[in-house]
Nanobody
Framework: QLRIVESGGGLVQSGGSLRLSCAVS????????LAWYREVPEKERELVAS???????TYVGSVEGRFFISRDNDRKMAYLQMSNLKPEDTAVYFC??????????WGQGTQVTVSG
């Protein structure tokens, strides 16, 4: 059974860095696309970054050059390295795993709070 657990969130000052981790179990991760989304109250969940099975990446413009998404298929992990954090990056961050059949799976989220 697929299970997704995010970690690494917390409180950081503006300009600081955090690395989010996403541990995935129950599947062969190399066959799945991965992404990080974030959500704030009263707004739609936003795609922050994605990495497909060929390790091609995309980023939303507001994080370009500050965030870096990566994956380790052998360890069944995904990461989001976040640098130069801004108060507007404050959100709950979710790991998203998409199967070859385009079924989407979500973790429980991890809170990132940037004080500024």
């Amino acid at each position: 059974q697929l299970r997704i657990v995010e970690s690494g969130g917390g409180l950081v000052q503006s300009g600081g860095s955090l690395r989010l981790s996403c541990a995935v179990s129950g599947i062969l991760l190399r066959f799945y696309d991965l992404a990080w989304y974030r959500e704030v109250p009263e707004k739609e969940r936003e795609l922050v970054a994605s990495i497909n099975t060929r390790s091609n990446t995309t980023y939303v413009g507001s994080v370009e050059g500050r965030f870096f998404i990566s994956r380790d298929n052998d360890r069944k992990m995904a990461y989001l390295q976040m640098s130069n954090l801004k108060p507007e990056d404050t959100a709950v961050y979710f790991c998203n795993v998409v199967s070859p059949a385009k079924t989407s799976y979500w973790g429980q989220g991890t809170q990132v709070t940037v004080s500024g």
